[in-house]
């Protein structure tokens, strides 16, 4: 039994020891650098350049003269002109329609008739006076009396030629006023009579648009007017320009205009102050290019006002701030140092840096999460070499191990 226990402890003891000597003699596996995965980036290479700042706004079109025509004489309507319809254009002084006439040419001869025989009147009071002049001088002492000379009568009559000749202007002017004529040039947007029909004193009979100009109201928030230079009373020549774009037939079109005024007031709805673009000649009426596209009343449009220019500033992507104040600049070629800048202007999609970066800085545009100074990231183009580099490394890592063995 004790022969047997020998003989068991023996042959583990040569287990192990055999064991051990294998495990001394295997050979080590090839030691590898750890490699960590950088973050893949895309920079840019910026430049100060001379900017315009543009500021956004929006609004509809509306003509600047919007008037409401009314009659000023009563009478039926005998004719009507070939352009007075709705959307037809008319020029300042052309005859829309006619009234009736016949009463008011009785009316100037009535007034003309009045008149004469008030300066028929007047003539012989005058007459009369001359005469009682020449009297006085013959058998009167001392200066004579204005009844005497008959001056009250010559007075009356002269008065009564005045209230003639006020007679016979009022009717010839409303004589003329049963030609209903346009007072600008314009756009019929609608009437409200026909042939035939009768109209009175302050009836409306149509609405004009002014085709001269035509102008947008544009919102804009307070602290976007830090970017325009607006007229004032000092410089009521500082007109900005400013491009619309809208649509026409289907199509984006663009037309450009001035900014002429502000509205001076802040809007209590909204707290935006409104300014107003004016556009020459919005229907090309006067333009030689008949590819021109009219801009119609009532279009929405969109605007771009044209603002201060600043030397020197660097546009970035917006994603290109983090923090509010700051942008990460690759350094090294692979790793991220945080730079804080002064912002000139925060837009929707692109920031203006005024200072805090040099032309030359490579300026990471991609978005980095959590980034810290010295974070190492990899720049677009150059991870197909790294990864060319360690595939490199590896095989002759291999190598070198195959050769040992």
Not at 157 to 185: I, Y
Not at 267 to 276: A, G, I
Not at 278 to 305: C, H, M, W
Not at 334 to 356: C, K, P
Request: charged residues 25%; without cysteine; proline residues 5%.
């Amino acid at each position: 039994m004790t022969k047997r226990i020998l003989v068991g402890t023996a042959i583990v003891i040569a287990t192990i020891i055999i064991i051990g000597v294998l495990l001394k003699l295997k050979p080590e596996p090839p030691k590898k650098k750890p490699f960590v995965q950088a973050i893949v980036v895309e920079t840019k290479t910026v430049e100060g350049e001379d900017i315009q700042f543009i500021v956004d706004s929006q609004g509809p079109v509306l003509p600047v003269e919007n008037s409401t025509m009314v009659a000023e004489v009563s009478g039926r309507i005998i004719s009507v002109s070939d352009n007075f319809r709705v959307g037809a254009f008319v020029e300042k002084g052309e005859t829309l329609f006619a009234i009736d006439p016949a009463n008011y040419v009785a009316n100037v001869r009535s007034a003309e008739a009045a008149l004469a025989q008030a300066q028929a009147s007047y003539q012989d009071a005058k007459a009369r006076t001359e005469q009682a002049r020449k009297d006085w001088k013959k058998i009167g002492k001392g200066e004579p009396s204005d009844l005497v000379l008959r001056l009250p009568q010559l007075k009356q009559a002269e008065a009564s030629v005045q209230s003639a000749e006020a007679d016979l202007m009022r009717a010839r002017r409303d004589l003329e006023r049963t030609k209903v004529k346009a007072s600008f040039n314009a756009l019929i947007q609608s009437k409200m009579v026909g042939l035939g029909q009768f109209v009175n004193v302050g009836s409306q009979v149509a609405t004009l648009y002014g085709t001269e100009y035509a102008e947008v109201r544009l919102p804009v928030p307070d602290q976007e007017l830090a970017y325009l230079s607006l007229p004032d009373m000092e410089n009521p020549q500082k007109q900005p320009d400013v491009r619309l774009m809208g649509s026409y037939a289907g199509k984006e079109q663009n037309w450009f205009g001035k900014i002429v005024r502000t509205e001076g007031v802040v809007e209590q709805t909204n707290r935006l102050t409104y300014l107003v673009a004016q556009i020459q000649d919005p229907y090309n009426l006067k333009a030689q290019n008949s590819d021109d596209r009219p801009l119609r009343f009532g279009t929405f449009v969109r605007a771009e006002i044209a603002g201060k220019q600043r030397e020197g500033l660097i546009a970035l992507p917006r994603q290109a701030l983090y923090f509010g104040n700051t942008v990460l600049i690759l350094e090294n070629e692979s790793e991220i140092r945080l730079q804080e800048v002064t912002l000139a202007r925060t837009e929707a999609n692109t920031i203006y840096i005024d200072t805090g970066l040099n032309s030359g800085d490579e300026v990471i545009v991609t978005p980095v999460h959590n980034p810290v100074n010295g974070m190492k990231v990899q720049k677009v183009g150059s991870q197909s070499k790294s990864s060319t580099a360690n595939t490199n490394d590896t095989a002759l890592s291999s190598s070198a191990d195959t050769a040992k063995q």
